[in-house]
């Protein structure tokens, strides 16, 4: 991978996981991978047919220090999340920064309705969050409590993101990775709740899209960072006043 902004240089595999470093300890960054027409998905309606070896490489590097993923219920189901286990080569790293062995599961749900099967429920390293409102239908919310989630209550017919950020900072989890999907960046965004936007851009075009429908206003971000492999480019983009990533 070539890193073009700030400086250029070539990306070896651990530089890619230091070019998505924390900036601050308390830090929300977004993840999104659009097409060249801003498509969010392929004709598959998944995100996968958008990426490429490298874009999941800054995906897992994105991970690699993140304390939680907080990512929308329609993105959990559609992209079939896998089960969040400690990566080898970040474990002892993650110990020593004082943070668990895997980021833990935070997943944003009105109707609190999954497969409760599911390996991500079963067999991740660390208990799932739920973060759910407290009209969602108590059958269900006792379903996960006995799959193993925690379900925390955070909104009464929604699950406000600041009141989202504040249930994962009072358990230990400041660094936080929103991987979407759109609702969900759409909604973090307009509460001003994210600090840094990595946004690849896919050479596709076609699919089903925009990566963040109708926002209130117009934010600036500055570009931090801007890396290219085999046509893709993987920005960072942060607000105006952190002046270093
Ligand atoms: N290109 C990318 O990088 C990328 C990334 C992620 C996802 N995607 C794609 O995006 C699509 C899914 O995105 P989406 O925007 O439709 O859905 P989403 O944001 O992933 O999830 C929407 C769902 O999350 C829950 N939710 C969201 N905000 C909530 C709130 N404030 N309070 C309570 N619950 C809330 C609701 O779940 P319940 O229905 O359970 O109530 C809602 O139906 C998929 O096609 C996926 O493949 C693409």
Redesign the pocket.
């Known amino acids: 991978m070539l890193q073009l902004l700030p400086t250029v240089r070539v990306l070896e595999a651990a530089d890619v996981v230091a070019a998505y470093g924390w900036p601050r300890p308390s830090w929300v960054r977004a993840c999104?991978?659009?097409g060249l027409d801003g498509a969010?998905?392929g004709p598959d309606?998944?995100?996968r047919s958008?990426s490429s070896p490298a874009d999941r490489a800054v995906l897992a590097a994105t991970r690699a220090h993140a304390d939680a993923l907080l990512?929308?219920?329609?993105?959990v189901r559609?992209?079939d999340y896998a089960a969040l286990r400690g990566q080898l080569e970040h474990v002892e790293a993650r110990h020593e920064a004082g943070q668990r062995a895997a980021p833990v599961l935070a997943i944003?749900?009105?109707?609190?309705?999954f497969d409760w099967a599911a390996a991500r429920f079963t067999a991740s390293d660390e208990t799932v969050l739920l973060l759910t409102?407290s009209a969602a239908p108590q059958a269900t919310r006792r379903e996960a409590v006995e799959a193993g989630c925690e379900v925390v209550v955070v909104?009464q017919r929604?699950?406000e993101p600041a009141a989202a950020i504040g249930a994962l900072r009072e358990r230990g989890l400041t660094r936080v990775s929103c991987?979407?999907?759109?609702?969900?960046l759409r909604?973090m965004l307009a509460a001003d709740a994210i600090d840094e936007l990595d946004l690849t851009l896919s050479p596709r075009i076609g699919g089903s899209g925009p990566?963040v429908p109708g926002l209130p206003g117009l934010t600036r971000m500055v570009l931090a960072q801007l890396l290219e492999a085999d046509g893709w480019l993987f920005t960072r983009y942060v607000r105006p006043e952190v002046p270093a990533c």
């Open positions: 999104m991978v659009m969010i998905a309606g998944l995100s958008l990512v929308g219920a329609a993105t559609a992209e944003v749900s009105a109707s609190a309705r409102t909104g929604s699950v991987e979407g999907g759109p609702g969900l909604q990566a």
